[in-house]
């Protein structure tokens, strides 16, 4: 049922810009309707510009899950707040008081309690401190503009219950329709820029004041800038006002794309209700086209004027919707989102629909024979999609907006929102859905509504059964995956046997092809496990499941049957230069040359690599990548084979097992051959992907086959071995806590050993960071040749006989290589005259900020090898912390041999670490995204 608000709501405000100390003192009146049967004699107030107030608001903890370190680390004047000196309520103060862990929310007692039809009217003073703007790109920037959004205090709505809730940098501030009335003084010098009407101005000698006005109002963005970049494009009564970046177009080109734009969504929407509407820089910054936007700009992937035009379409589409379409955007916003989609890909059916996914690229010989190169443009919402779904992280449409994850909330809800509404209008047929949507909008334009209430609007426009849209569709993570099961064929008929392979509701397209020629197309719904149905055989020569691709389904693979005969169901194998979207009607060898440098043994390597993983990923994965190693001048490389299972709504979320193998050198001219099965199982939180928190357990059974030198150091009396190996892992990795722990055991033919490390980081209010480390480990059994240090716990650098870590130099023991410091066991830096333990060993690592990423550390540890007496080991010295876990440099100072850094030859003391690997410097990516 839609809510009704009236529009007695009224904000009256005066605000007087002090831009020197960034800071807006205001005079404000409130006026609220009740429009419930409940009297309330408290109400709530949003006070958003209050989320920057400390580092442990909402906001700042939502930054610190997401790897964002600017606020925490930002100067205190560099973060804004709001001091609210009082509230009045017919010339007496009231009382309020911010919630307890929600400051950005005020919470008023009312003197007069408020009536049902009636209304309240409260006087606020307060002063708003402008944060910076590179927390979330409003707020004041570094030439002293203002870009503004909440940034004044508004009622929160009351519809039986109170809807408010916190800053979360999601731009979803939830508040009703009102009639706006502002006066703004600024300084002379200053453009100011709004979507509101401008019904005066007043000049002073240093001042100006501007009144501004607003009927039916939601949205507050301002700007106040020295040199504005805005431009307005009138057409008619109606204007957009932008400063969108616009790839040098004419003049002429933009009012003709403007005004292209205008006429359709004014023909599908109606006319505005406004006269003017923002499209931003900051807009297209925090939601962009997303695509081949990663590219280089001067590699033109699309025509300017097209990337301008959609760039410019999906700001003015999302801000029509947000400033009519008056839902809970917290908790509702696939609606909003999903309409977005829905019509930006319906404007480039109807205008582009030859436009490809990679543009112009898309010609360019070589990259036309991709399959990636055959997609069109709007095949991009469906891959963005299933690059969550393939990889079981997905989550529900329905799902609150502060419960996703950064790449749902950005991209993968929306896309599948918006292809969601296509596949509900392929399904229903006749422009039902659209016109629906058309019709529904115009309905309540300016009126409060709800998701119910389009979900009842849609079932009363259609005599189908959508019940599995609203239920399957939205509310779960449940996947979309048929399969041509059995098909018998006459002369004139077809009887097929379609399979449902997932526990769900939805119906899908069966299509009859002559040679790519659609013959018929039918919708099977109710697919209960498996369903069979005849169709006429009208000359069809293939079946096949969403030829259109109109259905997000997760496989395509088995989505086909030839009516030929059985041997033409064989896929063929198809060789492509490069990985490439799956093309689901082959099976896809990919070759990549590769140029790497591993370690100095083997030097620079040559070669390629063969391999079936596409741009999805898919759960059997096999890769071989033989290479011409020029250090070693040999042929090394490697080749490993997995199968993953994914399991949906259990905190056992991923089953992996596979084996690995490969050859390289470990030494000059010496090699080693390690063949490795193992099983792993990962854990997470089901029911709140966003939680750091993992678990992981792996079994393993490494196999080492290494030539054997007996002038080598680090080459034992036994240099073929095989190790049983099993570690548990639990971390919560944070900005602020860092936590992570695991238990280790390693089984051999003549040792036995286990293992306990666990690391903490925190990040204090001070910026200080404290970074703790505890090992220990002991062996069980150890028959080991006692001449030999090789399994033994090391002390500052491992001797890796499992052969884990990225080693350039893993044999050297003296050189820049013996150097590189990897944080494993003992995690010493200094280079002790007891480096290793053949009993046991017990360390703690500690650090602690100095000057920014400036760290003094300090190991100390106890050291017992058999025959020998317990050592009690120390070192200490400056830690530079470039990028955590992957460029770091340490400078010994005093350990146990002493004053370390007046020592000879000191520059070989100094360890350094960092990382070259591909995946693991992705990690710095996913761990914001994902």
């Not at 001067?298 to 919707?321: M, W």
């Not at 069966?510 to 197309?521: A, E, G, P, R, T």
């Not at 990549?592 to 440098?597: D, Q």
């Amino acid at each position: 049922m839609p809510f009704i608000f009236f529009s007695q709501n009224k904000i009256d405000l005066k605000a007087v810009f002090d831009v020197d100390n960034k800071q807006i003192k205001i005079s404000q009146t409130i006026v609220y309707h009740n429009t419930t049967n409940q009297t309330l004699d408290t109400i709530y107030l949003n006070d958003w510009s209050n989320s920057y107030s400390t580092k442990k608001t909402q906001l700042a903890i939502r930054m610190a899950d997401e790897y964002k370190n600017d606020f925490h680390l930002a100067k205190n004047e560099d973060r804004g707040f709001s001091m609210l000196a009082s509230i009045k309520q017919n010339g007496e103060e009231l009382h309020f008081h911010p919630l307890k862990n929600q400051i950005d929310v005020i919470k008023v007692a009312l003197n007069d309690p408020l009536k049902p039809d009636g209304s309240y009217t409260i006087k606020l003073e307060y002063t708003v401190q402008v944060p910076s703007s590179k927390f979330t790109s409003y707020g004041v920037t570094d030439d002293g503009d203002f870009n503004l959004r909440y940034w004044y205090i508004t009622p929160a709505i009351y519809d039986g219950e109170w809807q408010y809730y916190s800053n979360k940098d999601l731009d979803d501030l939830y508040i009703p329709k009102a009639d706006v009335f502002l006066e703004i003084e600024h300084p002379n010098g200053y453009v100011l820029t709004t979507e509101l009407n401008t019904s005066h101005i007043e000049q002073l000698p240093n001042r100006q004041i501007v009144s501004l006005e607003g009927k039916d109002w939601v949205n507050n963005k301002l700007f106040l800038s020295r040199n504005s970049t805005f431009k307005t494009i009138q057409a008619d009564d109606y204007a957009i006002v932008s400063n969108l970046e616009d790839n040098d177009l004419e003049v002429i080109d933009k009012v003709l794309i403007t005004e292209k734009i205008k006429n359709f969504i004014f023909d599908n929407f109606g006319k505005y209700p406004h006269k003017r509407l923002l499209a931003t820089k900051i807009d297209n910054d925090k939601d962009p086209i997303y695509g081949l936007n990663f590219l280089p700009s001067f590699i033109k992937s699309y025509p300017s004027h097209f990337q301008y035009e959609l760039k410019l379409l999906k700001i003015v589409l999302h801000n029509y919707l947000e400033n009519t379409l008056l839902i809970n955007p917290r908790k509702e916003q696939w609606l909003l989102d999903g309409i977005q989609i829905y019509y930006l890909m319906n404007y480039v059916d109807q205008h582009y629909p030859n436009m490809k996914f990679l543009g112009n690229i898309a010609d360019i010989w070589g990259i036309r024979s991709f399959h990636a190169a055959d997609m069109k443009y709007n095949d991009k919402y469906i891959l963005a999609f299933m690059l969550m779904a393939r990889t079981n992280r997905d989550q529900p449409l329905a799902m609150q907006k502060d419960s996703l994850l950064k790449f749902n909330h950005n991209i993968a809800n929306k896309y599948k929102a918006g292809v969601g509404l296509k596949y509900l209008d392929d399904f229903v047929n006749q422009d039902i859905v659209k016109q629906s949507v058309e019709s529904f909008l115009a309905e309540n334009k300016l009126e409060h509504t709800s998701a119910e209430a389009f979900e009842s609007y849609m079932k009363s426009k259609t005599d189908k059964n959508i019940d599995w849209f609203f239920n399957d569709y939205l509310k779960t993570r449940k996947k979309i995956d048929f399969k041509i099961k059995d098909v018998i064929k006459t002369e004139d008929s077809i009887t097929v046997t379609i399979k449902n392979k997932r526990d769900n509701n939805m119906p899908v397209s069966l299509y009859s092809l002559y040679n790519d020629q659609i013959v018929n197309k039918t919708w099977v719904e109710n697919i209960d496990g498996e369903k069979t149905i005849t169709l006429p055989r009208e000359g069809a020569n293939k079946l096949v499941l969403n030829y259109d691709n109109t259905i997000p389904e997760i496989n395509q693979r088995d989505n086909w049957k030839s009516l030929k005969g059985f041997f033409f169901n064989n896929k063929p194998l198809q060789f492509r230069l490069f990985k490439d979207i799956e093309d689901p009607y082959y099976n896809q060898v990919f070759l990549m040359p590769i140029v790497e440098f591993n370690n100095i043994y083997d030097g620079v390597t040559l070669g390629a690599k063969a391999y079936n993983t596409t741009v999805l990923r898919k759960l059997f994965n096999y890769k071989i990548t033989p290479v011409y190693s020029f250090g070693s001048k040999s042929l090394t490389g490697s080749a490993s084979i997995s199968k993953t299972h994914y399991f949906e709504n259990s905190d056992l979320y991923y089953m992996n097992y596979g084996i690995v193998g490969g050859y390289s050198s470990y030494a000059e001219d010496l090699f080693v051959t390690r063949v490795t099965p193992s099983l792993t199982f990962m854990f997470r939180e089901s029911d709140d992907l966003r939680s750091n928190k993992r678990d992981m357990l792996r079994f393993r059974y490494v196999n080492i086959k290494r030539d054997k030198d007996e002038n080598n150091i680090f080459t034992s009396t036994e240099p073929n071995y095989s190790v049983f190996n099993a570690r548990y892992i639990n971390s919560n990795d944070n900005l602020i806590n860092f936590s992570s722990w695991y238990t280790d055991f390693q089984l051999g033919k003549k040792f036995s050993k286990v293992s306990f490390n666990y690391e903490y980081r925190k990040l204090f209010e001070s910026n200080r960071q404290l970074n703790l480390r505890v090992f220990a480990g002991a062996f069980l059994k150890n028959n080991t040749d006692p001449s030999s240090n090789y399994f033994s716990f090391a002390l500052d650098r491992p001797t890796d006989y499992l052969f884990d870590y990225n080693y350039l130099g893993r044999s050297e023991a003296t050189g820049i290589f013996s150097q590189q410091y990897i944080t494993a066991e003992g995690g010493f830096k200094s280079k002790l005259e007891t480096p290793f333990a053949n009993q046991w060993m017990t360390t703690l690592n500690a650090s602690t900020t100095i000057w920014n990423y400036i760290l003094a550390y300090g190991d100390i540890g106890l050291v017992k090898s058999r025959h020998n007496p317990t050592t009690f080991v120390y070192d200490s010295g400056i830690r530079v912390n470039l990028v955590t876990d992957y460029f770091e440099i340490y400078f010994p100072i005093y350990s146990n041999l002493g004053w370390e850094i007046g020592q000879p030859h000191y520059s070989q003391k100094i360890r350094f670490k960092f990382t070259l690997d591909p995946q693991s410097l992705l990690g710095l990516f996913r761990r914001r995204w994902f």
